[in-house]
């Protein structure tokens, strides 16, 4: 019965390859791409520090629910590709959350819970969010014993929103984009004495972003461990929407490639064609905001328009190719996981890598020019669980709970 399912698995996935050769997957090269040998630029020390990260590191790993996430060996997809191996970094359970961003925002509201010379309970966070900071940022009050007010646009779900109440937050609504929602925040935190934590950064608030980014590097840590050790991936695909996450999981790479002297990974943006502010900045070798997208994205969470200055030290020499995924992929990809061996249950902003594996698979051009070969192992991430289980749904044919079940039962 193992036996049957799995190969069903593999002629879906085979049938599902064909049709993503019609996705057009866009693929921008950096044109100031540094090299793989290039090294770690001294600006970039404003992103990620490799003491940073040791300090990030450790705090995480004193926090009882902190514990690495699973680096999923996919082995039909790397079949499918051509390569060596893929290996999926599964943030779908992270933390009881579900998603890598409980390791920034939770940290940073810890710091300012300790700090507080009136206890825990005088402190209120603010924070703007496109669905999962939101949540790692109501999660870690909670924790944390702080109060929390999250500014949400008019674009991420209410299901996504519910989540965030039930972890005792309060939710505003704000008309507009996630940088018109980041924008009130700043606003009334400032009128109401609130500490603002944010993943973006601006002239005069980078500290906060800092330490984000450097508990977003833990991620990447922990991926180096599962390899084993003095092994890297040739390949790291990650998702963009401002590019923080981004620019933090490249800069442990680079660094660590650096203290080993080694070649860095091949570094590769993966957001939505109606939301591809990173490409649009690194094609236009500046940080130029992308017009908005009257069409929008199911990509909620990687819907942003403007690259936040304190990524951009990273990604501007650092990205080496620029992948932007149609949400026509999104589906789809979803249901490949959902089946794949072991199933993952990921949210529309999770897949965009996976998605243009998929496209790689039939797509010779894509393949030669992301220089995958026989002997490539690609690490992708996969961002989020599900926001809204009645999306997955209609996208997978089960719920969350379903396709889990089928993990611990295989």
């Not at 299901?159 to 039930?166: G, I, L, V, Y």
């Not at 991926?223 to 800069?251: D, K, M, W, Y």
Request: charged share 20%.
């Amino acid at each position: 019965m193992r036996l049957h399912a799995v190969a069903g698995a593999v002629r879906r996935g085979r049938g599902l390859s064909t049709a993503a050769s019609g996705w057009q997957v866009v693929h921008q090269r950096n044109p100031s791409a540094g090299g793989r040998d290039a090294p770690y630029p001294p600006a970039a020390e404003q992103t990620l520090s490799m003491a940073e990260h040791d300090a990030a590191r450790a705090q995480l790993l004193t926090w009882p629910e902190y514990a690495p996430t699973p680096l999923v060996e996919h082995r039909q997809l790397a079949e499918m590709c051509g390569v060596s191996r893929v290996l999926v970094k599964d943030e779908s359970r992270r933390g009881g959350v579900g998603s890598f961003k409980v390791l920034g925002g939770a940290l940073v509201v810890e710091d300012l819970a300790l700090g507080a010379a009136e206890g825990p309970g005088s402190v209120t966070i603010a924070t703007a969010s496109a669905g999962n900071h939101g949540l790692g940022v109501a999660w870690g009050a909670q924790r944390a014993g702080t109060e929390a007010v999250v500014y949400l646009h008019s674009g991420v779900s209410e299901p996504m929103a519910e989540k965030m109440r039930a972890l005792g937050a309060r939710v505003r609504r704000v008309e507009g984009s996630y940088e018109d929602s980041v924008r009130q925040c700043v606003e009334e935190s400032e009128a109401n004495g609130w500490h603002v934590v944010q993943d973006v950064s601006w002239p005069g608030y980078e500290a906060i972003p800092r330490r984000i980014n450097a508990g977003y590097s833990a991620l990447a840590a922990e991926a180096c461990e599962q390899l084993g050790e003095g092994r890297l991936p040739t390949h790291v695909l990650v998702n963009a929407g401002v590019g923080g996450f981004a620019s933090a999981i490249f800069a442990y790479f680079w660094l660590r490639a650096a203290a080993d002297g080694v070649p860095r990974p091949r570094f590769v943006t993966v957001e939505p064609t109606e939301a591809d502010c990173c490409l649009h900045a690194l094609q236009a070798g500046e940080l130029a905001a992308r017009p908005r997208s009257a069409a929008g994205t199911v990509q909620t969470g990687l819907d942003c328009n403007e690259v936040t200055p304190l990524a951009w030290h990273v990604l501007r020499t650092g990205v080496d190719d620029c992948l932007a995924v149609p949400d026509a992929a999104v589906g789809p990809t979803m249901r490949f996981l959902a089946e794949s061996e072991p199933p993952i249950a990921a949210g529309e902003s999770a897949v965009a890598g996976v998605a243009a594996l998929l496209s790689a698979a039939e797509d010779p051009a894509l393949s030669e020019a992301l220089q995958l070969d026989g002997e490539s192992v690609v690490l992708a991430v996969v961002c989020e669980a599900p926001p809204d289980a009645e999306s997955f749904h209609a996208a997978v044919g089960r719920t969350p709970a379903q396709v889990l079940e089928l993990k611990t039962t295989a």
